[in-house]
């Protein structure tokens, strides 16, 4: 892949998508973001900019198929586009109710953001990668998909459908010269994490091999590896970065 490298990130406009943006900015690849939140994109594009860095804002709710399609046309028109960062989930508060007492609107809710919102990046993104001479997709998951968590079944599922999806188009794509592969953070010091309970940051902090919270920097290289020529013949896996808190 030549450089300079074009990425969209979503979920850009705090927290770990935020972090991962500003890393990719500082290796000098052209930045799109994406976030529901428009003045929080356009703070972290602001961000990149005055740092010397090169980063377009978008406003994008990524469960809207028309609003992912206009973008993916205003990609396109653009210019080439060699990587996808599926970051935007509903993370923030979704926890509180046990599987059978769940209702079927927060489930909804959490899956068509979290699984069909991302899966609606991805197919929208990969025909410009693929257009563009090939490239990697990286899709944020979660280390609750296969550590389980209580409370938290709609979030979970959608991770660990997230994970499954990723080796499905890991599969479809390696022919056409896309790596797709998931990287699944554990609890994170961020804002959405603040609001998790304090028995499941005591958990983490009993649990984890290493003995410090996790930070949002913690998981950028590996981001920034598989997007890279180096990570390049890396596809359908799921890496976690969660400091030994469960190991596979
Ligand atoms: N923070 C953690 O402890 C942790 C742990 C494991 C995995 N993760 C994952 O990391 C990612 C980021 O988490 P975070 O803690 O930074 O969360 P966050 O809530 O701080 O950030 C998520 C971002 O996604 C955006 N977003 C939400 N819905 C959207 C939509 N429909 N369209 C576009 N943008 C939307 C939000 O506006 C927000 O800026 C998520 O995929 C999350 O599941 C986080």
Not at 10 to 34: M, Q, S, Y
Not at 100 to 108: N, T
Not at 151 to 157: D, E, G, R, V
């Amino acid at each position: 892949m030549a450089v300079p490298r074009t990425l969209l990130v979503t979920g850009a406009g705090r927290g770990l998508g935020r972090t991962i943006a500003l890393d990719l900015a500082r290796c000098g690849w052209h930045l799109w973001l994406a976030d529901i939140r428009d003045s929080a994109v356009q703070d972290t594009a602001r961000r990149i900019v005055n740092a010397g860095g090169s980063a377009s804002p978008l406003a994008v709710d990524i469960s809207d198929p028309d609003a992912v399609a206009d973008l993916g046309r205003e990609l396109q028109a653009a210019g080439p586009l060699h990587g996808l960062v599926n970051c935007a989930a509903l993370a923030d508060g979704v926890g509180g109710s046990p599987v059978h007492e769940l209702p079927l609107a927060e489930w909804d809710r959490v899956l068509s953001v979290n699984l069909r919102g991302s899966f609606l990046m991805l197919r929208m993104a990969a025909p410009l990668i693929i257009a563009a001479g090939g490239g990697a997709v990286v899709n944020i998951g979660s280390d609750a998909a296969t550590n389980g968590s209580a409370n938290l079944a709609h979030y979970i599922t959608s991770k660990g459908g997230l994970a499954a999806l990723t080796r499905a188009a890991a599969s479809d794509l390696g022919p056409h010269g896309v790596t797709v592969n998931t990287v699944s953070p554990g609890l994170t010091e961020s804002e959405s994490a603040a609001k998790v309970p304090e028995t499941r940051h005591e958990e983490y902090r009993r649990q984890r091999a290493l003995l410090r919270d996790q930070q949002p920097t913690d998981i950028t290289g590996v981001v920034r590896l598989l997007l890279s020529d180096e990570g390049s013949y890396i596809t359908g896996q799921e890496i976690l970065v969660n400091g030994g808190f469960v190991f596979r």
